[in-house]
């Protein structure tokens, strides 16, 4: 089993900054991404970005140029720097992981509980 532990959430006007971490802990394998999800009231999850343990990464179209992720693999943390906030921007956002012991073992799917991002005028 792995743990993920999410930080870095709260309220900020629009044009404003959060960083979110995401701590990974337990049966921890080296093929992983780990990412960010995100849900507001009343619609689908939707991809915000991740990133491979190689660096890759990948971003949703609303978020690009005003989101970076990256991560310390040493503390098997993932990090969300989120610029330019917009209303819009507001949701729970999820942590998630995904990893696999080796390229032949399946994949396990590991959620973090969520943590508000609220961008108010």
């Known amino acids: 089993q792995v743990q993920l532990v999410e930080s870095g959430g709260g309220l900020v006007q629009p044009g404003g900054s959060l960083r979110l971490s995401c701590a990974a802990s337990?049966?921890?394998?080296?093929?992983?991404?780990m990412g960010w999800y995100r849900q507001a009231p009343g619609k689908q999850r939707e991809l915000v970005a991740v990133?491979?343990?190689?660096?890759?990464?990948n971003y949703g179209d609303s978020v690009k140029g005003r989101f970076t992720i990256s991560r310390d693999n040493a503390k098997n943390t993932v990090y969300l720097q989120m610029n330019s906030l917009k209303p819009e921007d507001t949701a729970v956002y999820y942590c998630?992981?995904?990893?696999?012991?080796?390229?032949?073992?399946?994949?396990?799917?590991?959620w973090g509980q969520g943590t508000q991002v609220t961008v108010y005028s």
């Open positions: 998630n992981r995904k990893q696999r012991k080796s390229p032949w073992n399946p994949q396990y799917d590991y």
């Open positions: 990133i491979s343990s190689g660096g890759s990464t």
């Open positions: 337990g049966s921890i394998f080296s093929i992983n991404t």
